[in-house]
């Protein structure tokens, strides 16, 4: 089974801090995707990379960056953290393809006091 | 216009019933679609691909109509475990690859 992993499940951090969320996939996976899900809005997608070093800005990338330095790692950076960034924070991975079914690790609850 | 819509629910059936949920996408040249479904507090899973010729595994049944660009999922016999979040998805062309597009999600309550 491909196994996606979010580094924490719970995180509370203070506004203008800099945050870093971690997502790391085992199957090889070439695709990586952040999303944020809010009540109400559903799934956003914030970045996403088809393969190392490359990104790609999602719909919502103000305020986030990300950085892919190995194929199996994917990071969402929140350079400096705001009231609005509390969300439940999904990693995502699949392979290249239409068909390819997206992959999703256990979500990161992030809170900004 | 959401590029994908699905009405949020809840739909509230008994044990037993057929509910079906539609979902509607605005990009034409959607290449590929799925259900998710979602628990409370969990991540989305996949419950099936969408494929245009239709599709059915065990209870779900999914249809995609591309001329009317929708899709649907059709549950057969509820029981109370279907009770969650199902999520519509479109895959487009994206920038190097495909990227996945989701609808908000239709609330579903199977009641005993």
């Known amino acids: 089974d491909v196994k996606v992993t979010q580094s924490s499940r719970y995180l509370v951090k203070r506004t203008g801090e800099k945050v870093f969320l971690e997502c790391v996939q085992d199957?090889?996976?070439?695709?990586m995707f952040w999303y944020r899900q809010d009540p109400g809005l559903g799934l956003r997608l914030i970045y996403f990379?088809?393969?190392?070093?490359?990104?790609e800005k999602g719909d919502i990338p103000e305020g986030y960056s990300v950085s892919r330095e190995k194929k199996e790692r994917f990071s969402l950076i929140l350079e400096s953290a705001s009231t609005n960034q509390t969300s439940m924070y999904l990693c995502?991975?699949?392979?290249?393809?239409?068909?390819?079914?997206?992959?999703f690790g256990s979500g990161t609850q992030l809170s900004v006091l | 216009r959401k590029e994908v819509e699905q009405d949020p629910g809840p739909f509230n059936v008994p044990e037993g019933a057929t509910v079906a949920f539609n979902c509607t996408y605005s990009?034409?040249?959607?290449?590929?679609f799925f259900w998710y479904r979602q628990d409370c507090r969990k991540e989305p899973k996949l419950l099936m691909s969408?494929?245009?010729s239709g599709n059915e595994d065990g209870r779900f049944t999914a249809q995609l109509n591309r001329a009317s660009q929708y899709i649907s999922l059709l549950i057969r016999d509820s029981k109370l475990s279907d009770s969650a979040t199902y999520l519509c998805?479109?895959?487009?062309?994206?920038?190097?690859?495909?990227?996945?597009?989701f609808g908000t999600g239709t609330r579903l309550k199977v009641l005993a």
């Open positions: 998805v479109v895959n487009e062309r994206g920038s190097g690859t495909y990227k996945y597009i």
């Open positions: 995502a991975s699949s392979l290249k393809g239409r068909y390819e079914k997206l992959f």
């Open positions: 199957m090889d996976h070439e695709n």
């Open positions: 990009n034409s040249a959607s290449q590929s």
């Open positions: 990379s088809y393969d190392v070093k490359m990104k």
């Open positions: 969408v494929y245009s």
